[in-house]
């Protein structure tokens, strides 16, 4: 009965988010001392023991049994333990470890004696006990990516042929050298007539260290700046905080909701009824750590249940904002090198040197500082800014940033509002510039007109009905005039898998509006989706299109799209294409326009790989890939992420060009397709690759020359089970029913020492012929 009075008595909860204050009826932090807790009823009101019996008893805490037994001294009614036990308990007393602890005599404790099953009942202030983290909390980091050498050759081949113009062709190229040093890229295109043969895009070498999450850049890049500031491209270096090495940190803060259990309970979070958690807790402070995923505001519902099944739930508001950093965290980036010029039209044009830098840091769990900087020649600039969560009602982002050239003083002021929940979100942001204020971006830009850009958006779910969204947008830049568009959009899903799309733009400058009706319907399986709608043009005539779509198959096949429009003046505009997925290359063709007037065109896509002293053609890698190697065995079936892939070539080589970087990918072979004398002592593996990276993924299978034999002694009955044998004076057999046995790691002759359950020994020799692919089966051989 005191268990059961005690959980409505001792359990409290809070919600951890920075302070204690919420829900919990005591302090959160663990006490130390027992002086504020009220004095328990004495052990003498349930009877008394012999005086100064020596008792050697196990303790139990608040109904867990600790299985530490400890010597307890009992002494007119009352029980003492040492303090060392105690503290050896995780239960906070003072004292010398030899000094005793009159144990029903502290406040908040309870005693009962357990004389059959000679245990000490403690019932003691939950907060005495140690702390639990339960949920999921922090994600452990699997490991560190990798990389081998190789070299890759990324390429999109497009030719076309339009009427009125000649043919033409252009082929776009990443060549890429990695390894553990780092990766090496350069990017460019060669096209068939204008005046450029070939234009280069961006040659660079790229590092990053996962364990400080920070990336090293050399050559052509792009700076990493704030919301509020604008990047720019040179040709330099770059070091940069750069999370994405690190898929298991979680940067921005999430709630945790903390508690006290004074007995073994169970609990279960709920967010926004979905369940995010269930299961068991010890007495004691916990505290649990929701799924990282959730974003915006939220209500959390926690349920516990007693013993008895009665349940106490507690509703806590929350929000949570990914723009934010976690207190202590700190991003940042900082650049420098000489300005690119005409990026994309001139392959080698390099300006003025100039540097930038970017900070963020969380300050705590509501407030994110902000700064930057730029600095090229006579001209700096230099902003600070702060993103600030207030309370559960969203998000304010303020920042303001001054300029000053040949002796001209500008600024900027950029201000935002953004607020999230499952059924509902609004954002606002506006940012005006002065018409001194410029940056390195806008060096070539006229500077006598101020800039302004003002931007608003909204959406409600209608459940049922779909959702619905609206969205403002006002800009002024220099040199060009005011624009201010506003739209209007719906979704509505109809049946079991198709959906209406309506949406309308009114351009309040022009006092125009275009619309659109459609509808999307899924065939189902790999049948395709069917398009159709209504479209109204700015000039007030109206269009209608209908398309066909079936996407290609991940793992290689063919898909198609068709589609024709009815211009609204009357022209009928049709497109029809064909794409060809293979495991070698994807392989693309089609034609577009209207009658008299249309246009062909080809397209090849697909990477070269060396790696592994072997060359791959493959479809192209868009991140990372991985080579599986199984040491020159083919046949062996290769699966990722429990999705079968392929199956070795005739070198032992599956190459898997769609793995994501840094992401821990399981990859697999399967034993049970393996001819029946190979074996491998490793079968998968969980393996995360850098960016823009390959990694050969060794997976060791070797040639088994095995053996089936019944062993009989002299009288030709069978050898005991489980007798042991050495094969070949290293490896080791059992013998199993009937005295089968099935031995590994044989030779052309072979020596099998038998040790009998009952220490006696005995032997026997064979000679075997090896045939490849199979298991030899040597028949009845006697040992003696």
Same mark, same amino acid.
């Given at each position: 009965?005191?268990?059961l009075a005690?959980?409505?008595?001792?359990l409290?909860?809070?919600?951890?988010?920075g302070?204690?204050?919420?829900?919990?009826?005591?302090? +959160?932090?663990?006490a130390?001392?027992y002086?504020d807790i009220?004095?328990a009823?004495s052990? &003498?009101e349930?009877?008394?023991? /012999?005086e100064a019996?020596?008792l050697?008893?196990?303790?139990?805490?608040?109904?867990v049994?600790s299985?530490?037994i400890?010597?307890?001294?009992?002494?007119?009614g009352h029980?003492?333990i040492?303090?060392?036990?105690?503290?050896? !308990?995780?239960?906070?007393?003072e004292?010398e470890?030899s000094?005793?602890?009159?144990?029903?005599e502290?406040?908040?404790?309870?005693?009962e004696?357990?004389?059959?099953n000679?245990?000490?009942?403690?019932?003691?202030?939950a907060?005495?006990?140690?702390?639990?983290?339960?949920?999921?909390?922090?994600r452990?980091?699997?490991g560190?990516?990798?990389?081998s050498?190789?070299?890759m050759?990324?390429?999109?081949l497009?030719?076309?042929?339009?009427?009125?113009?000649p043919?033409s062709?252009?082929?776009w190229t990443?060549?890429r050298?990695?390894?553990?040093?780092?990766?090496?890229?350069?990017?460019?295109?060669a096209?068939?007539?204008?005046?450029?043969a070939?234009?280069?895009?961006?040659t660079?070498?790229?590092?990053?260290d996962?364990?400080?999450?920070?990336t090293?850049?050399?050559?052509?890049?792009?700076?990493?700046? !704030?919301p509020?500031?604008n990047? *720019?491209?040179?040709?330099?270096?770059?070091?940069s905080r750069?999370?994405?090495v690190?898929?298991?940190?979680?940067?921005?803060?999430?709630?945790?909701?903390a508690?006290?259990a004074?007995?073994?309970?169970?609990?279960?979070?709920f967010?926004?009824?979905?369940?995010a958690?269930?299961? #068991? *807790?010890q007495?004691g402070?916990?505290v649990?750590n929701?799924?990282p995923?959730?974003?915006?505001?939220?209500?959390?519902?926690?349920?516990?249940?007693?013993?008895?099944?009665r349940?106490?739930?507690?509703?806590?508001?929350?929000?949570?904002?990914?723009?934010?950093?976690?207190?202590?965290? $700190?991003?940042?980036?900082?650049a =420098?090198?000489?300005?690119?010029?005409?990026?994309g039209?001139r392959?080698?044009?390099y300006?003025?040197?100039? %540097?930038?830098? #970017?900070l963020?840091?969380?300050l705590?769990?509501?407030?994110?500082?902000?700064?930057?900087?730029?600095?090229?020649?006579? $001209?700096?600039?230099? @902003?600070?800014?702060?993103?600030?969560?207030?309370?559960?009602?969203?998000?304010?982002n %303020?920042a303001?940033?001054?300029?000053?050239?040949?002796?001209r003083?500008?600024?900027?002021?950029s201000?935002g509002?953004?607020?999230?929940?499952?059924?509902?979100?609004?954002?606002?942001?506006?940012?005006?510039?002065?018409?001194?204020?410029?940056?390195l971006? #806008?060096?070539t830009?006229?500077?006598d007109?101020?800039?302004?850009?003002?931007?608003a958006?909204?959406?409600?779910?209608?459940?049922?009905f779909?959702?619905i969204?609206g969205?403002?947008?006002e800009s002024r830049?220099?040199?060009e005039?005011?624009?201010?568009?506003?739209?209007?959009?719906w979704t509505?899903?109809?049946?079991?898998?198709?959906s209406i799309?309506?949406s309308?733009?009114?351009?309040?400058?022009?006092? @125009?509006? $275009?619309a659109s009706?459609?509808?999307?319907?899924p065939?189902?399986?790999?049948?395709?989706?069917v398009? @159709?709608?209504?479209?109204?043009?700015?000039d007030?005539?109206?269009?209608?299109?209908?398309?066909y779509?079936? %996407?290609?198959?991940?793992?290689?096949?063919?898909?198609w799209n =068709?589609g024709?429009d009815?211009l609204?003046?009357?022209d009928?505009y049709?497109?029809?294409?064909?794409?060809?997925r293979?495991?070698?290359?994807?392989?693309?063709?089609g034609?577009?326009?209207?009658?008299?007037d249309v246009?062909?065109?080809?397209? &090849?896509?697909?990477s070269v790989?060396?790696?592994?002293?072997?060359?791959?053609a493959?479809?192209?890698v868009a991140?990372?890939? =991985?080579?599986v #190697?199984?040491?020159?065995y083919?046949?062996?079936?290769?699966y990722y992420?429990?999705?079968?892939?392929?199956?070795t070539?005739?070198?032992g080589h599956?190459?898997?060009?769609? /793995?994501?970087?840094?992401?821990?990918?399981?990859?697999? *072979?399967?034993p049970?397709?393996?001819?029946?004398?190979l074996?491998a002592?490793?079968v998968?593996?969980?393996?995360a690759?850098?960016?823009g990276?390959?990694?050969i993924?060794?997976?060791?299978?070797?040639?088994m020359?095995?053996?089936? *034999?019944?062993l009989?002694?002299?009288?030709?009955?069978?050898?005991?089970?489980?007798?042991?044998?050495?094969?070949?004076?290293? @490896?080791?057999?059992?013998?199993?029913?009937?005295?089968?046995?099935f031995?590994?790691d044989?030779a052309?002759?072979?020596?099998?020492?038998?040790?009998?359950?009952?220490? =006696?020994?005995?032997?026997?020799v064979?000679?075997m012929?090896?045939?490849?692919?199979?298991?030899?089966?040597m028949?009845?051989?006697? +040992?003696?």
């Open positions: 009965m005191l268990l005690a959980i409505f008595r001792q409290k909860w809070a919600l951890f988010s302070t204690c204050a919420a829900l919990i009826v005591a302090p +959160c932090q663990a130390t001392k002086d009220p004095a009823a052990y &003498a349930r009877g008394t023991v /012999a019996e020596p050697q008893l196990e303790v139990v805490v608040n109904g049994p299985g530490v400890v010597p307890v001294q009992a002494s007119e029980f003492h040492s303090a060392g036990d105690m503290r050896a !308990l995780s239960l906070p007393v004292g470890a000094a005793q602890v009159t144990v029903d502290l406040p908040g404790v309870e005693v004696y357990d004389m059959p000679q245990r000490l009942k403690l019932q003691v202030p907060r005495w006990l140690q702390g639990q983290q339960i949920g999921f909390g922090p452990r980091n699997e560190p990516a990798r990389s050498i190789g070299v050759l990324n390429y999109d497009y030719a076309v042929d339009a009427p009125g113009a043919p062709a252009s082929l990443d060549f050298v990695f390894g553990p040093a780092g990766l090496f890229s350069t990017t460019g295109v096209r068939t007539g204008g005046n450029t070939f234009m280069r895009y961006d660079r070498w790229i590092r990053s996962e364990d400080s999450m920070t090293y850049e050399a050559g052509d890049l792009v700076t990493r700046t !704030l509020w500031s990047a *720019i491209r040179l040709g330099g270096v770059q070091v750069d999370f994405a690190r898929p298991d940190v979680v940067t921005y803060p999430v709630p945790a909701f508690g006290e004074a007995l073994p309970s169970s609990v279960q979070l967010i926004d009824n979905h369940e958690f269930g299961g #068991s *807790i007495p402070p916990f649990m929701p799924l995923q959730i974003n915006g505001a939220g209500q959390a519902s926690i349920v516990v249940t007693d013993a008895l099944g349940q106490v739930a507690t509703q806590v508001p929350f929000y949570v904002a990914t723009t934010l950093l976690r207190p202590g965290l $700190t991003d940042y980036a900082i =420098a090198g000489a300005m690119r010029r005409h990026y039209q392959s080698f044009d300006g003025t040197m100039a %540097a930038s830098g #970017s963020r840091h969380g705590s769990k509501t407030l994110t500082a902000e700064g930057h900087f730029e600095l090229s020649g006579a $001209t700096a600039v230099l @902003g600070v800014g702060a993103v600030v969560r207030i309370g559960t009602f969203g998000v304010v %303020a303001y940033g001054m300029s000053r050239n040949g002796g003083n500008g600024g900027q002021v201000v509002y953004q607020y999230q929940r499952r059924d509902f979100s609004f954002s606002v942001n506006h940012q005006r510039q002065n018409a001194g204020f410029f940056d971006a #806008s060096l830009r006229d500077r007109r101020a800039t302004r850009m003002t931007s958006s909204a959406s409600v779910a209608l459940g049922r779909g959702s969204g969205a403002y947008l830049a220099r040199g005039g005011r624009t201010r568009l506003a739209n209007l959009s509505m899903p109809v049946g079991g898998s198709a799309f309506a309308a733009t009114r351009d309040l400058g022009e006092r @125009g509006w $275009t009706l459609s509808l999307q319907v065939l189902g399986g790999n049948r395709g989706t398009n @159709g709608g209504v479209m109204r043009e700015a007030g005539r109206y269009g209608t299109r209908i398309d779509n079936r %996407a290609v198959p991940t793992q290689g096949g063919i898909g =068709a024709v009815r609204g003046h009357g009928l049709g497109n029809a294409d064909v794409t060809w293979t495991r070698f290359a994807e392989l693309r063709g034609a577009y326009g209207r009658s008299g246009t062909r065109w080809l397209g &090849a896509s697909g790989i060396w790696m592994d002293k072997a060359v791959f493959a479809n192209r991140d990372a890939f =991985a080579l #190697s199984t040491r020159g083919s046949g062996v079936p290769v992420e429990n999705q079968l892939v392929g199956r070539d005739a070198h599956v190459l898997i060009p769609w /793995a994501a970087a840094y992401y821990p990918g399981k990859y697999t *072979i399967d049970l397709g393996f001819r029946e004398d074996t002592d490793v998968d593996q969980k393996v690759v850098k960016r990276s390959g990694y993924l060794d997976f060791p299978v070797r040639r020359i095995a053996a089936q *034999i019944a009989v002694d002299k009288a030709g009955a069978p050898l005991p089970v489980g007798a042991v044998i050495r094969v070949n004076g290293r @490896g080791t057999a059992y013998v199993g029913w009937d005295g089968l046995v031995a590994e044989l052309a002759h072979n020596d099998l020492v038998v040790t009998l359950p009952d220490g =006696a020994s005995c032997r026997t064979f000679d012929k090896v045939e490849q692919g199979k298991i030899a089966d028949g009845t051989l006697t +040992c003696q």
